[in-house]
């Protein structure tokens, strides 16, 4: 099951290009977004309906390893 899965540390963008077309490229190299491989490592990525933004996910955690 790992083999089909993509290693994000080998996905490459290219900077020049707009926001979307990034996106593109990302999308057709990782192949599936919510699971790939960082390293040895399985990442898989979910939402919760009522999670609240991402935004303010990331910020509160952010804020947390600061405080650690």
Known sequence: M?????DIRTV??????????????YLAQ????YC???GDSVVRVS????????KDRLRNFFISCKQA
């Open 2 to 6: 790992h083999e089909d899965l993509v």
């Open 12 to 25: 490459k963008l290219d900077p020049s290009l707009p926001a979307t077309q990034r996106m593109e490229q």
């Open 30 to 33: 990782v192949k599936n977004p």
């Open 36 to 38: 790939f491989l960082c």
């Open 47 to 54: 939402f919760h309906d009522d999670g609240g933004e991402l």
